[in-house]
């Protein structure tokens, strides 16, 4: 089967050849398509994938160029224009373990009804290692189990779903998840598939996950937006807002606790 992957790229040239090179070196042997799209970069990034593709001819990658519009314009310019059966992203600053695209089209071929199957950043308890969860919309409004880097899913999600609201600049993968979850089957597998972000802690470090008051407001909206559109009901909606500021309140306090 066919695999469009999907890197969004904006100044990752300290990066960015890493990236591409854990999908080539991956272990998986059907046909595989790299589309990056170069959201308005001001490094030499670019130059980094024109040499890269000079030196490589045989591997199949695309360069778009485009003006900054966010992570979510430009996934949305790479899948519009994907070829491949499934679609799977990858940041420019992760990485994919070599065994990440057979491990999941492993899965995919033996339970066809699957459409959506995401991994984990870290290692997993040993009592969950290589297990699976239904992840339904119910569970994604407490919790965005799914890293977009560790996402695969059948072309036909994207074609039902749509496009990534690009207006949408923090936690923006939180409210695509959750429409792909109201309507299609999405599975976690409980394995590490990735290094994320060069070993970056999930919120606190430089870039977009520093900002943790612009990640809170994107998590609200993501649960007024599942309540106007009538995903949840208006109880579930209350529980789950509290639920995420305390949420925030955590996360503030550990990132004090780092700075001492």
């Known amino acids: ?45 670019k130059a980094i994938i024109d040499d890269y593709r000079i030196k490589n001819e045989a591997i199949n990658i695309t360069l778009i160029n485009k003006e900054n519009g966010g992570v979510s314009s430009a996934r949305n310019e790479g899948m519009k224009v994907s070829s491949g059966d499934f ?6 600053d992760d990485e994919w373990l070599p065994s990440k695209l057979q491990r999941q089209m492993e ?23 290589g297990k699976l969860r239904e992840i339904a919309l119910k ?39 959750m429409r792909i979850a109201n309507q299609f089957k999405c599975i976690l597998l409980y394995e590490k ?20 008051l612009e990640m809170e407001k994107g998590e609200l909206l ?19 807002k509290s639920y995420s500021l305390l949420k925030y309140l955590r996360r503030i306090l550990i990132v004090k606790m780092r700075k001492i």
């Open 222 to 240: 993501n649960l007024r937006f599942a309540y106007t559109n009538g995903y949840i009901s208006g109880l579930v909606y209350f529980m789950a």
């Open 1 to 45: 089967m066919d695999i469009s992957v999907i890197i969004p790229m904006y100044n990752a040239e300290s990066s960015i050849q890493r990236c591409i090179s854990s999908v080539v070196n991956q272990t998986y042997k059907g046909n595989v398509e790299i589309i990056i799209v170069n959201d308005g970069s001001t490094d030499n990034g």
């Open 193 to 212: 598939l990735i290094v994320y972000g060069d070993g970056k802690s999930g919120f606190g470090e430089s870039g977009l996950s520093a900002n943790l």
């Open 107 to 129: 899965i995919l071929k033996k339970d066809s009804s699957i459409d959506f199957l995401a991994g984990i950043i870290f290692e997993a308890p040993e009592e969950h290692s």
């Open 139 to 177: 569970d994604l409004i407490y919790k965005n189990y799914f890293q977009p880097s560790t996402v695969i899913m059948k072309k036909k999600v994207y074609t039902v779903v749509g496009k990534f609201n690009e207006s949408q600049r923090f936690a923006e993968e939180g409210n695509y998840f």
């Open 87 to 92: 679609i799977a992203f990858l940041d420019s």
